[in-house]
Protein backbone atom coordinates (compact mmCIF):
# COMPACT_ATOMS: atom_id res chain seq x y z
CA UNK A 1 0.00 0.00 0.00
CA UNK A 2 1.18 3.45 -0.83
CA UNK A 3 -1.25 4.80 1.90
CA UNK A 4 -2.06 8.80 1.05
CA UNK A 5 0.28 9.99 -1.59
CA UNK A 6 -0.13 13.61 -2.54
CA UNK A 7 1.07 16.24 -5.69
CA UNK A 8 3.10 18.33 -6.10
CA UNK A 9 5.23 18.28 -3.25
CA UNK A 10 6.17 22.14 -3.63
CA UNK A 11 4.78 24.69 -5.43
CA UNK A 12 5.03 28.94 -6.13
CA UNK A 13 1.97 30.96 -7.68
CA UNK A 14 1.79 34.04 -8.29
CA UNK A 15 -1.20 36.22 -6.91
CA UNK A 16 -4.45 35.67 -8.49
CA UNK A 17 -3.66 32.14 -10.06
CA UNK A 18 -5.32 28.49 -9.12
CA UNK A 19 -4.19 25.90 -9.10
CA UNK A 20 -5.17 21.94 -7.55
CA UNK A 21 -3.65 19.86 -5.15
CA UNK A 22 -4.13 16.23 -5.47
CA UNK A 23 -4.58 13.48 -2.77
CA UNK A 24 -5.22 9.97 -3.16
CA UNK A 25 -5.62 7.18 -0.77
CA UNK A 26 -5.39 3.41 -1.83
CA UNK A 27 -6.58 1.87 2.09
CA UNK A 28 -10.38 2.17 1.16
CA UNK A 29 -10.95 4.76 3.64
CA UNK A 30 -14.40 6.84 3.81
CA UNK A 31 -13.12 9.60 5.25
CA UNK A 32 -11.06 12.10 4.04
CA UNK A 33 -9.92 15.47 5.10
CA UNK A 34 -7.66 18.42 4.12
CA UNK A 35 -5.57 20.37 6.52
CA UNK A 36 -2.89 23.32 6.32
CA UNK A 37 -0.20 24.02 8.79
CA UNK A 38 1.26 27.17 9.78
CA UNK A 39 3.99 27.96 12.21
CA UNK A 40 3.20 27.68 15.43
CA UNK A 41 -0.53 27.12 14.60
CA UNK A 42 -0.89 23.37 14.62
CA UNK A 43 -3.02 21.73 11.67
CA UNK A 44 -5.89 23.64 11.05
CA UNK A 45 -9.18 21.69 8.66
CA UNK A 46 -10.27 23.10 5.32
CA UNK A 47 -12.56 20.80 4.20
CA UNK A 48 -13.60 17.00 5.24
CA UNK A 49 -15.41 14.27 3.32
CA UNK A 50 -17.59 11.58 4.78
CA UNK A 51 -17.63 9.53 1.30
CA UNK A 52 -17.77 9.80 -2.09
CA UNK A 53 -19.66 12.72 -3.34
CA UNK A 54 -20.45 13.89 0.44
CA UNK A 55 -18.27 17.14 1.56
CA UNK A 56 -18.22 19.61 3.82
CA UNK A 57 -16.19 22.81 5.19
CA UNK A 58 -13.90 22.69 8.12
CA UNK A 59 -12.65 25.50 10.13
CA UNK A 60 -10.53 27.85 7.52
CA UNK A 61 -12.70 26.59 4.36
CA UNK A 62 -12.78 30.58 2.71
CA UNK A 63 -10.62 30.30 -0.76
CA UNK A 64 -10.74 26.54 -1.34
CA UNK A 65 -13.14 24.15 -2.93
CA UNK A 66 -13.33 20.31 -2.60
CA UNK A 67 -14.83 17.10 -4.57
CA UNK A 68 -15.59 13.74 -3.75
CA UNK A 69 -15.85 11.61 -6.80
CA UNK A 70 -14.43 8.80 -6.18
CA UNK A 71 -13.20 7.08 -2.81
CA UNK A 72 -9.98 7.52 -3.79
CA UNK A 73 -9.61 10.84 -4.87
CA UNK A 74 -10.15 14.44 -2.74
CA UNK A 75 -7.96 16.77 -4.72
CA UNK A 76 -8.38 20.75 -3.04
CA UNK A 77 -8.90 23.63 -5.73
CA UNK A 78 -7.20 26.96 -4.63
CA UNK A 79 -8.65 29.80 -6.71
CA UNK A 80 -7.32 33.13 -6.73
CA UNK A 81 -4.07 32.10 -5.02
CA UNK A 82 -3.07 35.32 -2.37
CA UNK A 83 -0.57 35.15 -0.35
CA UNK A 84 -2.07 34.58 2.73
CA UNK A 85 -2.70 31.15 1.67
CA UNK A 86 1.31 30.28 2.08
CA UNK A 87 1.05 27.08 4.18
CA UNK A 88 1.65 23.35 3.83
CA UNK A 89 -1.39 20.90 2.99
CA UNK A 90 -1.63 17.93 4.51
CA UNK A 91 -4.25 15.42 3.07
CA UNK A 92 -5.45 12.10 6.03
CA UNK A 93 -7.64 9.70 5.62
CA UNK A 94 -9.48 7.50 7.95
CA UNK A 95 -11.20 4.03 8.08
CA UNK A 96 -14.99 4.06 9.08
CA UNK A 97 -14.49 2.24 12.50
CA UNK A 98 -15.22 5.82 14.90
CA UNK A 99 -11.68 5.30 17.01
CA UNK A 100 -9.32 4.96 13.71
CA UNK A 101 -6.20 7.27 13.60
CA UNK A 102 -5.86 9.35 10.13
CA UNK A 103 -3.16 8.89 8.05
CA UNK A 104 -1.44 11.57 6.51
CA UNK A 105 0.42 12.10 3.63
CA UNK A 106 3.78 13.50 3.25
CA UNK A 107 2.08 17.35 2.31
CA UNK A 108 2.48 20.06 -0.58
CA UNK A 109 4.89 23.19 0.27
CA UNK A 110 2.94 26.05 -1.56
CA UNK A 111 4.18 29.43 -1.74
CA UNK A 112 1.80 32.64 -3.25
CA UNK A 113 4.34 35.51 -4.36
CA UNK B 1 -16.90 22.17 20.94
CA UNK B 2 -13.63 20.39 21.27
CA UNK B 3 -9.90 21.94 21.85
CA UNK B 4 -6.51 20.74 22.99
CA UNK B 5 -3.80 22.83 24.33
CA UNK B 6 -0.27 21.98 24.74
CA UNK B 7 1.25 24.20 27.09
CA UNK B 8 4.91 23.99 26.08
CA UNK B 9 6.15 25.01 22.64
CA UNK B 10 9.72 23.15 23.54
CA UNK B 11 10.76 20.70 25.46
CA UNK B 12 14.60 20.02 25.97
CA UNK B 13 15.80 17.51 27.45
CA UNK B 14 19.24 15.27 27.76
CA UNK B 15 19.42 11.98 26.39
CA UNK B 16 18.31 9.11 28.54
CA UNK B 17 16.76 11.22 30.50
CA UNK B 18 12.56 10.91 30.87
CA UNK B 19 10.49 12.97 28.38
CA UNK B 20 7.01 14.06 28.82
CA UNK B 21 4.96 16.41 26.60
CA UNK B 22 1.97 17.66 28.28
CA UNK B 23 -2.00 18.19 26.83
CA UNK B 24 -4.78 18.95 28.01
CA UNK B 25 -8.38 18.50 26.30
CA UNK B 26 -11.58 20.23 26.45
CA UNK B 27 -15.10 17.75 24.90
CA UNK B 28 -18.55 18.23 25.50
CA UNK B 29 -18.54 14.23 25.18
CA UNK B 30 -16.24 11.33 25.87
CA UNK B 31 -12.62 11.99 23.62
CA UNK B 32 -10.82 9.91 21.40
CA UNK B 33 -7.67 11.37 22.45
CA UNK B 34 -4.51 10.81 19.69
CA UNK B 35 -0.62 11.67 19.65
CA UNK B 36 1.22 12.23 16.40
CA UNK B 37 4.74 13.21 15.18
CA UNK B 38 6.26 15.09 12.41
CA UNK B 39 9.84 15.25 11.49
CA UNK B 40 10.92 17.86 9.46
CA UNK B 41 9.68 18.15 6.36
CA UNK B 42 7.43 15.11 6.62
CA UNK B 43 3.96 14.30 7.22
CA UNK B 44 2.46 13.28 10.80
CA UNK B 45 2.89 10.15 11.72
CA UNK B 46 0.76 8.19 14.20
CA UNK B 47 2.25 7.04 17.86
CA UNK B 48 -0.67 5.85 19.80
CA UNK B 49 -4.51 6.53 21.17
CA UNK B 50 -6.61 6.27 23.64
CA UNK B 51 -10.20 5.15 23.28
CA UNK B 52 -11.81 3.41 26.39
CA UNK B 53 -10.63 1.25 29.26
CA UNK B 54 -6.52 1.65 30.72
CA UNK B 55 -5.86 4.54 31.39
CA UNK B 56 -1.94 3.98 30.35
CA UNK B 57 -1.68 3.85 26.69
CA UNK B 58 1.55 2.19 24.95
CA UNK B 59 2.29 3.04 21.41
CA UNK B 60 5.32 2.75 19.04
CA UNK B 61 8.93 3.55 19.71
CA UNK B 62 8.84 3.21 23.30
CA UNK B 63 6.32 6.15 23.81
CA UNK B 64 3.23 5.86 26.21
CA UNK B 65 0.67 8.31 27.28
CA UNK B 66 -1.85 8.46 30.58
CA UNK B 67 -5.37 9.40 30.62
CA UNK B 68 -6.56 11.18 33.39
CA UNK B 69 -10.32 12.05 33.29
CA UNK B 70 -10.62 14.27 36.13
CA UNK B 71 -7.73 16.60 34.94
CA UNK B 72 -8.56 16.91 31.05
CA UNK B 73 -4.83 15.70 30.37
CA UNK B 74 -3.20 13.13 27.97
CA UNK B 75 0.40 13.61 28.36
CA UNK B 76 2.90 11.67 26.43
CA UNK B 77 6.05 10.52 28.31
CA UNK B 78 9.20 8.25 27.15
CA UNK B 79 11.41 6.75 30.11
CA UNK B 80 14.59 7.40 28.32
CA UNK B 81 14.71 9.79 25.56
CA UNK B 82 16.99 9.66 22.11
CA UNK B 83 18.58 12.09 20.22
CA UNK B 84 16.16 10.35 17.13
CA UNK B 85 13.30 11.60 19.29
CA UNK B 86 13.87 15.30 18.38
CA UNK B 87 10.53 16.06 16.73
CA UNK B 88 7.72 18.38 16.30
CA UNK B 89 4.88 16.33 18.52
CA UNK B 90 0.87 16.83 18.00
CA UNK B 91 -1.60 15.80 20.61
CA UNK B 92 -4.86 16.03 19.40
CA UNK B 93 -8.86 15.09 20.35
CA UNK B 94 -12.10 13.80 18.99
CA UNK B 95 -15.71 13.96 20.26
CA UNK B 96 -16.69 10.38 19.65
CA UNK B 97 -19.74 12.14 17.82
CA UNK B 98 -17.53 14.12 15.61
CA UNK B 99 -15.90 13.43 12.26
CA UNK B 100 -13.44 15.94 13.00
CA UNK B 101 -10.09 16.13 14.72
CA UNK B 102 -8.79 18.94 16.74
CA UNK B 103 -5.14 19.59 16.92
CA UNK B 104 -2.92 20.64 19.28
CA UNK B 105 0.10 23.89 18.33
CA UNK B 106 2.35 21.43 18.86
CA UNK B 107 5.78 21.01 20.90
CA UNK B 108 9.13 20.97 19.43
CA UNK B 109 11.07 18.23 21.19
CA UNK B 110 14.81 18.49 21.58
CA UNK B 111 16.90 16.18 22.93
CA UNK B 112 20.77 16.73 23.18
CA UNK B 113 23.18 14.14 23.00
Known amino acids: NAGVTQTPKFRILKIGQSMTLQCTQDMNHNYMYWYRQDPGMGLKLIYY???????DKGEVPNGYNVSRSTTEDFPLRLELAAPSQTSVYFC????????????FGPGTRLTVL | AQSVAQPEDQVNVAEGNPLTVKCTYSVSGNPYLFWYVQYPNRGLQFLLK??????LVKGSYGFEAEFNKSQTSFHLKKPSALVSDSALYFC???????????FGAGTTVTVRA
Open chain 2, 50 to 55: YITGDN
Open chain 2, 92 to 102: AVRDRADYKLS
Open chain 1, 92 to 103: ASRGLASHNEQF
Open chain 1, 49 to 55: SVGAGIT
